[in-house]
């Protein structure tokens, strides 16, 4: 049977990118990014609706996020879902959470001139950084490690 598992969002970082590393020095930047969606109702009134998405970046790409977004920056993310399960300390009971594990991003911030020659701050200069206008692209070997723990 066929499956397909790809994500894409767009919306505002909740906080800053919290970053740390794995045993083994991966880094793992995790952040929850706000979606919103706006619609009339039968009445005519506007509503909203925000959904809270939690993301773990992995690697090289969690690091860049980590250095370049903060709270309440627009992002483009692409990923897949991926639940995580565990039980509970107190209670013994199982618990599960679905997430995003990103691979691949855009920075879409507004135009803000604190960086020269780039049109928000989010976005990179020099030699080292990331294309701001491109996705930074996943990395062979980027991912979750099968064998290392999470430090948060």
Do not use: C, H
Not at 40 to 69: L, P
Not at 75 to 97: A, C, H, P, V, Y
Not at 110 to 134: E, H, W
């Amino acid at each position: 049977m066929a499956s397909f598992n790809k994500v894409i969002l767009a919306g505002n970082l909740t906080r800053d990118p919290e970053l740390r590393y794995t045993p083994k020095g991966t880094a793992v930047a995790r952040f929850t990014l706000a979606v919103s969606r706006t619609w009339t109702g039968e009445d005519g009134q506007k509503k909203d609706e925000v959904s809270f998405i939690d993301i773990d970046a992995w690697g090289r790409q969690g690091e860049v996020i980590a250095q370049y977004m903060k709270k309440g920056r627009p992002f483009l993310i692409e990923g897949r879902l991926k639940q995580d399960t565990w039980e509970d300390k107190n209670t013994k009971q199982k618990q599960s959470k679905l997430k995003v594990v990103l691979e691949s991003f855009s920075f879409i911030d507004s135009n803000r001139g604190d960086v020269p020659g780039a049109s928000g701050p989010s976005r990179p200069t020099g030699a080292a950084a990331a294309p701001a206008a491109a996705a930074v692209e996943p990395v062979e070997g980027d991912g979750p490690p099968e064998s290392d723990d999470v430090p948060f």
